[in-house]
């Protein structure tokens, strides 16, 4: 049997750095067994790639429009990814 994975590729706008935004999606991500990444953009942006169980995406998808307390998120823009699915999350 396999198991359904859902790929995105989100990109989060606002005061989303300098704010623990990343760590703080890793931690999410972590806790909901996502593999991806969270990267800041030069344009001060934050880009999460999310793979995993579809409704566990669906969650972390759901918190990046919050975020940590510290953040405050104006946009966030999501799409499929192609991306080969990492083996763990990661913050860079």
């Known amino acids: 049997m396999t198991t ?3 790929k995105t590729r989100c990109t989060i706008s606002g005061r989303v750095q ?3 935004f990343r760590a703080a999606t890793q931690e999410q ?3 909901l067994g996502v593999t991806g990444y969270a990267r800041n953009l030069r344009d001060g942006r934050v880009e999460v790639l999310a793979c995993g169980p579809p ?3 669906a969650q972390l998808r ?3 429009h919050e975020g940590p307390p ?3 998120v104006e946009s966030v823009a ?3 990814a192609d991306d ?3 083996a763990e999350f990661s913050v860079g």
């Open 84 to 86: 080969p699915a990492p």
């Open 18 to 20: 300098g704010v623990c």
């Open 78 to 80: 999501c799409e499929p």
């Open 29 to 31: 991500a972590v806790r």
């Open 70 to 72: 510290a953040a405050t």
């Open 4 to 6: 359904t994975q859902e």
């Open 62 to 64: 759901e918190w990046l």
């Open 55 to 57: 409704e566990a995406v």
